[in-house]
């Protein structure tokens, strides 16, 4: 059984991802084996709600073949890169699937197609660890803002994403003091976490997404900061 | 708190006393208003403020002297704060960030005038206005609570005096007595926050009434960081808390404040203290406004504009934005864009791409920390996620007792962004 309306967010938001209405139109190859939305049930393929962040095959009382049961056994999980294997061609990510399924070639129907199944799986607004809507991209920085990288402007701007936990005034009660660090020790920290050398989960992905640039630019502003 | 003669106590004459306000201040200087002095509003007017150095003139609109944060509110159920050490004056927003504090209640907005009206009359001109009320809740959405009935079945879902009411009476139930929840439907303010005032509240029965029982009706098939609560609840409350998920009639729930009892799937019980979360909107204001469609207000996602009206911003949980949680962090996190957009339309400063966090913990038991945390970006239609984490089933005492002294510090760091340090 499953909740109903309140669980799905109306299928009209298109993101990075992929255009949710263009992926509609291209669900319609999917829909003479698979039902996906409010009262959807298992037909010739299984339901397909909720599918982001589900291991493989684990719909009850859906019969999979012995190769989906396999690859569940193996650890599949279906998220944006495994969907996006499976759609371009089924047999090659799971040998033996009954979804008897020629695959899509091109990457951007996945894509949209994909941003479509993501519509009927866990909003990430009301359950923040559900998979993200959006594929992870390195920023594009315009060009008259990369021309100002180093103006500690920029570093300063950057740096109301570190003072909701790091004070500015340099003062640490349970999260370090970042205030009037050596640049250059600032920068050897920084990396650390976005290469993974320090495995603290919340910096890791604060450092994953700055560029080198960026890195600097905080590190210049924060150590003269008063 | 410092009793500045920038900080307005009532609202007599309001207009003309913002104009007289000391600044030096040239023609012309751009106006920005805020509406709301909480996790949004706090902190767009400081960085406004301290960002401009004068060049735009800040009013910001909020009835309490003191405010008092949601978060953190929980771990006041079970000890782990007082009261006290969750109340932050605006005194320095007034006295070092020059901000026009008003003490009132904004009661409507003029679009074409722009212009606020205040409860204790008069009205606040304004360039660009920014909304950050919080939430409201539905009416009806529990059958038989109204808001006629909050001192009866608090919600505790706003700070301060429904939290203190809500643990008087934790603290008044009988032995072996019966704690009720009934759980918000999505989406509403912080996802995770039930669960953790479930926690807190077992943590304290288990201390003074460990016969007790506690109850959680709700409409949600599932919920944040489900598998690290129940985990932690085996671990520290066995056989104390009881979930009833829609499955069981966890949708199909009334109840009835004079007599004490809730109603499940048509089968009635008598509870001693039962906490209604009623479903939410964005705050009323917004409404009236006419920026919302439905219970939210949508917003661009590049600088938190109204997708309404282009001189309106709106922030925190009032917001229709996409996949951010509504949470103080974020809030916080939307405000800082914002501050950043609205200085560069009024003083053509430089305009950085937005870029959104949020990280909410909550405490499980003593000591047992947990968080949930990710990163999101602005796209054409919406706020949308790229990346996150959340805490690991089974992990040692080390990291869990790491993650709730991160929380501590995360409180001192988002409340002096939010207020700025006396
Ligand atoms: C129990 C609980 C636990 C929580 N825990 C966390 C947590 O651990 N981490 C986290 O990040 N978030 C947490 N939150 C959520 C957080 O409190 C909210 O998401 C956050 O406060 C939203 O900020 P906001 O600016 O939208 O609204 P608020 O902070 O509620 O501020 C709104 C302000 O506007 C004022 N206002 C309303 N209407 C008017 C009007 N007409 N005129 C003038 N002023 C007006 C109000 O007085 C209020 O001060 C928790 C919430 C609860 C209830
Ligand atoms: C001819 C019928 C058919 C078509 C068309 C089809 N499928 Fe399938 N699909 C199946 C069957 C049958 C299975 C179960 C496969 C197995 O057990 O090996 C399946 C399995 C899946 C699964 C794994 C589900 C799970 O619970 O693990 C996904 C995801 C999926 N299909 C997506 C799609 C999408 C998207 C499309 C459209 C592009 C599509 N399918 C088209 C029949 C079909
Ligand atoms: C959600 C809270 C949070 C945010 C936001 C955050 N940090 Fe951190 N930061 C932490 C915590 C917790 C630690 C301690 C981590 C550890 O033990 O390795 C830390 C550690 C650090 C360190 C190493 C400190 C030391 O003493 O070794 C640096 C440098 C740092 N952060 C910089 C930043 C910068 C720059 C930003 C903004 C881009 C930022 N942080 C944003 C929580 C945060």
């Not at chain 2, 030096?24 to 208003?33: I, S």
């Not at chain 2, 009892?261 to 019980?269: A, S």
Request: with cysteine; aromatic share 8%.
């Amino acid at each position: 059984m499953f909740a109903g309306v309140a669980l799905f967010a109306a299928p009209a938001v298109a993101d990075v991802g992929g255009d949710v209405t263009r992926g509609e139109r291209l669900y319609e190859q999917c829909s003479g084996c698979h039902q996906i939305g409010e009262g959807a049930v298992n037909r010739i393929g299984p339901k397909l709600n909720l599918i982001f962040d589900r291991p493989a095959a684990s719909i009850e009382g859906f019969r999979y073949s012995n190769g989906m049961e396999r690859a569940a056994r193996n650890g599949l999980v279906w998220d944006h890169p495994t969907l996006d294997a499976f759609l371009e061609d089924p047999r090659s990510l799971v040998s033996n699937t009954r979804m008897s399924f020629r695959g899509i070639k091109d990457q951007t129907d996945r894509n949209d197609l994909i941003a479509y199944l993501r519509v009927f799986s866990d909003d990430p607004q009301n359950i923040p660890e559900a998979a993200p809507t959006a594929a992870p991209v390195d920023h594009e920085v315009a060009p008259e803002i990369l021309a100002i990288v180093g103006d500690p402007a920029y570093g300063e701007y950057l740096s109301g994403e570190c003072t909701s936990c790091h004070q500015a005034s340099g003062a640490a009660d349970g999260i370090p003091s970042i205030t009037n660090w050596p640049a250059s020790d600032f920068i050897i920290a920084m990396h650390a976490y976005k290469d993974g050398v320090r495995a603290h989960p919340v910096m890791k992905m604060m450092a994953g997404r700055l560029s080198n640039e960026e890195i600097a630019a905080l590190a210049a502003y924060f150590e003269d900061a008063k | 708190m410092t009793i500045n003669r920038r900080v307005f106590l009532g609202s007599v004459g309001v207009t003309a006393g913002i104009l007289a306000a000391p600044m030096v201040r040239a023609q012309g200087t751009p106006r920005v208003v805020v509406i709301g002095g909480g996790a949004g509003g706090a902190t767009v007017a400081r960085y406004i403020a301290k960002d401009s150095e004068g060049a735009i003139d800040v009013t910001l609109i909020e009835p309490t002297k003191a405010y008092y944060t949601c978060f953190f509110s929980n771990l006041y159920l079970g000890e782990f704060r007082e009261m006290d050490s969750l109340g932050h004056s605006y005194g320095t927003l007034a006295a070092d960030y020059g901000i026009n504090v008003v003490h009132d209640w904004a009661v409507g907005v003029d679009r074409d005038a722009k212009t606020v009206a205040l409860a204790g009359g008069g009205t606040v001109p304004y360039d660009r206005l920014i909304i950050s009320p919080g939430i409201d809740f539905i009416d009806g959405s529990v059958e038989g609570w109204s808001l006629a009935a909050q001192n009866a079945m608090p919600h505790a879902y706003k700070g301060g005096s429904q939290t203190e009411l809500l643990k008087a009476q934790i603290m008044n139930m009988p032995q072996g007595g019966t704690f009720a929840m009934v759980a918000p439907p999505n989406p509403y303010r912080c996802p995770p926050g039930p669960y953790e005032r479930v926690s807190m509240v077992a943590h304290l029965l288990t201390q003074m009434n460990p016969t007790a029982k506690i109850l959680i009706l709700d409409p949600k098939e599932k919920f944040s960081k489900q598998a690290l609560f129940e985990a932690g609840w085996a671990d520290h409350y066995a056989g104390m808390i009881e979930r009833i998920d829609p499955d069981f009639g966890g949708a199909d729930v009334s109840v009835d404040p004079a007599a004490m009892t809730v109603t499940v799937d048509g089968e009635v019980t008598p509870v001693d203290v039962c906490n209604v979360i009623p479903a939410m909107k964005a705050g009323h204001i917004a409404e009236v406004a006419g920026i919302t469609e439905g219970n939210w207000a949508p917003v661009n996602a590049a600088d938190m504009s109204s997708k309404r009206d282009e001189n309106i911003h709106v922030l925190g949980d009032a917001t229709q934005q996409g996949d951010m949680p509504k949470s103080g962090f974020s809030a916080n996190s939307q405000a800082k864009v914002c501050a950043n957009a609205v200085r560069g339309a009024l003083t053509g400063s430089t305009v950085f791409p937005a870029r959104f966090a949020n990280t909410c913990w909550s405490l499980i038991g003593t000591d047992d920390g947990v968080k949930v945390g990710a990163t999101y970006e602005a796209t054409e239609e919406k706020i949308a996620k790229v990346d996150g984490f959340i805490s690991e089933v089974g992990e040692s005492r080390e990291v869990r007792e790491a993650t709730y002294q991160e929380s501590i510090g995360w409180y001192e760091g988002i409340t002096s962004d939010m207020f700025g340090k006396a």
